[in-house]
């Protein structure tokens, strides 16, 4: 009996493990490898939340900046801890493992663009999450800290249901299509929820909101406010399944948005993106050995063709970006759709107009601090990071070439986004010049984003580990630090090398600031070609030991 | 199925590859490899055997210059592979230990790419990878499918049509059977004696020592990061003082001066 008992176990273990693998999410790992951990978590986060929310309170009489830093410092604190926990090991790594995926909707990055938003807009009281235009630009704006905090313990506790019935699912099935199916019902099933739940809270509009926030809310009366991450949750269920959920999960939220007028939450299972081995689009023929001639060409046409196409690509990696973008940009956009509002009211529109500049040099600071993180060598290639080497290719070929196609894909977007933020803004607040603006702004996104593509080149450089793309987004130790040094280091970089830019288009005025910051910005991305390069032939060894494959003894 | 691109004769000459006290120390005090000295010459296939952690793999990394010596001296084909080992890179072709490649290409991309990164046409080098995949007998609907989905024996075939691509005059092998199948193990082992007929150098390292002797012309035995003997199987026998019967793993037994193994525990019989 007992061996009977054992051995049940033993197959129960190994399907759990066969849903973890068919599931791809290490979230679901850290779930199922203790049941007991995985409750305890969801209770401390909802006691975390809890306190958040009764810190708050506490403050709305005392002192409100105060309490906004220690939700603030509560959120980071959170985050930075599940970032460096492993997801093997005793419970305790386990549980701040879980810390993180519930936290996930709060991250630290959404804090400190809520901290750096809330000091744009002067905003007088609140969390400064309930600020961030992605997490609560729409719901705390519109009706208060309450809703907002009551969206996270909603989050929470529909992240641990998701991921509960995604571990039960995928014991009945290991179908790709059936599991990512089924959780982009659960995505829809909790949309619809919290639609549902919203009208029964009472709006608190205009209490202790920001200027721009307020401006956004009388702008458009009963606004159907956007929920979190609004542009990441297609995107996650694109990445879960095919491309089709990008369509589904944006009329979801436009049903939503129609059936439940004011008030969407910031509730999402945090569902990972997945990259899927298959069939793909066939790679670049690109041959310019006859127009560059000789050498150049030869590396050109070769690695630039498969660097490019690669990025083009990659699923997991058009997510993990835009993702990150999103979360970036959410100030930017949240503001000039603000203005965009708040059009009747000159002074209203002109006052968000002049907080983007601002706002705008903060998104890129965020945005190429990121693509120190996408383009590390291994987050695309692999082993072929190493297997390159192995060929008969100089270092500053093999960096040249994905820096260059990083920036050629990754600089317009930045480009566009900008210019699309400056344009809604000028043409709101009726400048005589919007034309103008929206082209110097489009000029210095494309501007930043080489500058931090240079930054980005060198911490992928120093520290070389795979990218979360590409091992199906699951979480470990190794990705945890090395992600928690290499972004510090990539933020660092990309804030030195984006800075004289940022001088250069915003100290100085005319076609002089942008020509030297256009100077700037390919200087710092020659630069960091340069000296990713050197870096790399000094650190050879110790590149091709981090992806493991030249292993001493070997 | 023969590869017309392939089989040029060349002219036997000198050593091919040479080592000469080569030495590397990894950080952390680790030897990897101690002072090793061994020739290949061309149209001989060298076997490279010795224990886990030998420096069988230290060894071809530095001499395809993907490593840098502590100390000696690697060459191929008179090129050194410390000065200029970019030169000996466009010479040689590699097999890299593992299944470590390009999880985003498809084995057709990987191929191709490596053919292009040796010089060739795109179209010469996706019509050789075909050959080559052909042979290796991955299919039309595996080579279109990224390499992050093969299993281990799939990616080594890959990486061995990579090694193959631009017909290289030195093929440094690493495990070349290891996870293939006994079909595949045929082939490579015909490709590789066709390659050494026609004139080309072939270093092979390997655990597997039926294969080393079926398929080697000499035997390199390393323990320690040294040689400890060479020879062909012949020569290797008398020099361990054992008969024609016995089998070359005894021959090895005895030459890294360790006892045959004991039985299993108790407990296991």
Known sequence: MRASLSSAAALIRADLAAGRRALGTGRVAVLTSSTGSALLVALLALGAVALAVAV??????????????????????????????????????????????????????????????????????????VLSAGAACGLGAAHGVAVAMLALVLATALSVV????????????????????FRTAIIAATLVSIGSLS????????????????????????????????????????????????????????????????????????????????????????????????????????LLAKDVALLLRERGLHILVLRHAALALAPLAAVAAAAWFARGDATSAARLARALPALALAAHLVVVAQSGLATRM??????????????????????????????????PLLGVATAAAVLMAGLASGASDVAALTVRAGIEGVAAGCAGTGAGIVTATIWPGRSTASNGGTPSARTGLAGLVGGVGAAGLALGATLPVAYAFHGLRGTAGVTLGCVLGLAALGLGIGLGASLLRARRERFLRALACASPGA | MALAWGCSELTPGPPAVVARDLAKVYPGDIAGLDGLDLEVRSGEVLGLVG?????????????????RPTRGMASVLGIDAARDPLGVKRLVG????????????????????????????????????????????????????????????????????????????????????????????????????????GGRAVLVSSHALDTVERLCDRIVIVH???????????????????????????????????APPGRAPEWLR
Not at chain 1, 66 to 95: E, K, N, Q
Not at chain 2, 148 to 164: I, W
Not at chain 2, 232 to 252: H, I, K, N, T, Y
């Open chain 1, 56 to 129: 708050h309170g506490l403050a709305v009489g005392g002192s409100p900046d105060a309490a906004a830093g220690a939700v603030d410092l509560l959120l980071a604190a959170a985050f930075a801890a599940g970032l460096v926990s492993p997801t093997a090991g005793g419970p305790t790594t386990r549980i701040t493992a879980l810390a993180r995926a519930t936290a996930a909707p709060v991250d630290a990055r959404v804090a400190l663009i809520a901290a750096a938003a809330r000091e744009a807009l002067a905003a007088p009281v609140g969390p400064a999450i």
């Open chain 1, 162 to 181: 998701a991921l509960v019935a995604g571990v039960m699912f995928a014991l009945l099935t290991a179908h790709r299509r059936g599991a990512g199916l």
């Open chain 1, 199 to 302: 009208r029964g809270v009472p709006a608190n509009a205009e209490s202790g909101l920001a200027d721009a926030l307020a401006a956004l809310h009388r702008g458009h009366e009963g606004a159907a406010l956007l929920p979190s991450r609004w542009l990441v949750a297609p995107l996650d269920a694109a990445g879960l399944l095919t491309w089709w959920p990008l369509v589904v999960a944006p009329a979801l939220v436009a049903w939503v948005v129609w059936n439940a007028p004011g008030l969407l939450a910031t509730a999402w299972p945090p569902v990972d993106a997945r990259a899927h081995p298959g069939r793909v689009r066939p790679l670049l023929r690109l041959d310019l050995r006859g127009p560059l001639g000789g050498r150049l060409g030869e590396w050109l046409g070769a």
């Open chain 1, 378 to 411: 291994a987050g695309t290639d692999g082993g072929g990071a190493a297997h390159v080497l192995s060929l008969p290719v100089r270092e500053l070929e093999f960096v040249a070439s994905k820096a260059i196609a990083w920036a050629l894909l990754f600089a």
């Open chain 2, 51 to 67: 224990q886990n952690g030998a420096g069988k793999s230290t060894a071809i990394a530095l001499l395809s210059g993907a490593l």
């Open chain 2, 94 to 197: 590699v097999m890299p230990p593992g299944g470590e490649t390009f999880e985003r290409l498809t084995g057709s991309e990987i191929v191709t790419l490596t053919g292009r990164l040796h010089g060739l046409s795109i179209a010469d080098a996706t019509s050789r990878a075909s050959d080559l995949l052909e042979l290796f007998e991955l299919d039309a609907e595996a080579r279109s499918r990224v390499a992050g989905g093969y299993s281990t024996g799939m990616r080594r075939k890959v990486l061995l049509a990579a090694a193959l691509v631009h017909a290289p005059r030195v093929l440094l092998l690493d495990e070349p059977l290891a996870a293939l199948d006994p079909v595949a193990a045929a082939v490579v082992r015909r490709v590789v004696r066709d390659l050494a007929d």
């Open chain 2, 224 to 258: 320690h990061g040294r040689v400890r003997a060479q020879g062909s199987v012949v020569e290797l026998r008398q020099l361990a003082g054992c008969g024609p019967s016995d089998a070359l793993e005894d021959v090895f037994l005895k030459l890294v001066g360790r």
